[in-house]
């Protein structure tokens, strides 16, 4: 059994979200906190200075990853966004040991670009940059967005080999986009399914794909009607069975989650994976 490396990366977006830091008093198990010198801002409004930002953010956790699978760890990332997943799997690349099978769970698609986006939000295009759907407009945004991925260094992954459960909230274009995609998406009981135990799977977990307001109220972006939070469990008991390579975790709101109740509930589904 691989030994698990659990990187904390206390950022949000590229924004230094100190909140996070409190992993590593709540959890028993010994995390490594990656951050940036100099330090971001705690808010930047500036779209392309935000991308800047992740890029820097996610060539380091890339390399600290490379670093990781080649000694036959698996590192588990903590961060803010969904975008950390182009840092794990482009140090995953790096280190020649990509995964065969990606399995990403979360309430929402993530499958924008700015042509589609409604909310000019970069946490809705993770998906769509992991998997090389991009805008190629020269505008700035788009040419930061490029840019971005190139400083972390991260090759598209095929479409076919991505498994996405339950993106249950899908707005606009990004619903026909997805549809037009050869993503295969799922309900989260249907997951095994799907899955081979021969396969080297990376799993994304977004904390948001869970429906469980009263074990987990400081989630980020929730959305009703999901998979409670012993369903999810449940699961990543299941995926013990699975050759599961590496795992990044897109983490609650921090800041709204004063008691810790909603990071030790997230800790704990984790562990049902990970192992004690």
């Known amino acids: 059994m691989a030994v698990n490396a659990r990187l904390l990366l206390p950022y949000l977006m590229g924004q230094r979200r100190d909140g996070l830091r409190r992993v590593l008093e709540i959890d028993r198990h010994p995390w490594e906190m990656l951050t940036l010198d100099p330090q971001p801002e705690a808010r930047i409004d500036d779209p392309v200075e935000k991308l800047r930002s992740l890029g820097r953010l996610y060539a380091m956790l890339a390399a600290r990853v490379a670093a990781l699978a080649r000694h036959g760890c698996r590192p588990v990332s903590l961060v803010g966004d969904c975008v950390s997943s182009l840092g794990m799997l482009a140090g995953l690349q790096q280190a020649g040991r990509p995964p065969d099978r990606v399995l990403w769970l979360d309430a929402h698609g993530d499958f924008h670009t700015w042509a589609s986006t409604q909310t000019q939000y970069i946490g809705g295009m993770p998906l769509a940059m992991f998997v090389g759907r991009v805008d190629h407009r020269p505008d700035p945004r788009s040419r930061a967005t490029l840019a971005c991925l190139s400083a972390i260094g991260v090759q598209a992954y095929p479409q076919e080999r991505v498994v996405l459960a339950d993106a249950r909230d899908l707005d606009p274009g990004e619903r026909e986009a997805l ?78 989650d004063g008691d810790g109740r909603t990071a030790r509930a997230c800790l704990e589904i984790l562990d049902a994976l990970l192992g004690t």
């Open 179 to 256: 549809l037009d995609s050869a993503i295969l998406r799922c309900s989260l009981d249907e997951v095994p399914a799907h899955l081979r135990p021969d396969e080297r799977l990376y799993l994304h977990w977004d904390t948001d794909v869970v429906d469980d307001p009263t074990r987990m109220p400081a989630l980020k972006y929730h959305v009703r009607r999901g998979p409670t939070a012993a369903e999810t469990k449940a699961l990543f008991r299941a995926l013990r069975d699975c050759d599961v390579v590496a795992v990044s975790v897109s983490a609650w709101h921090a800041e709204h």
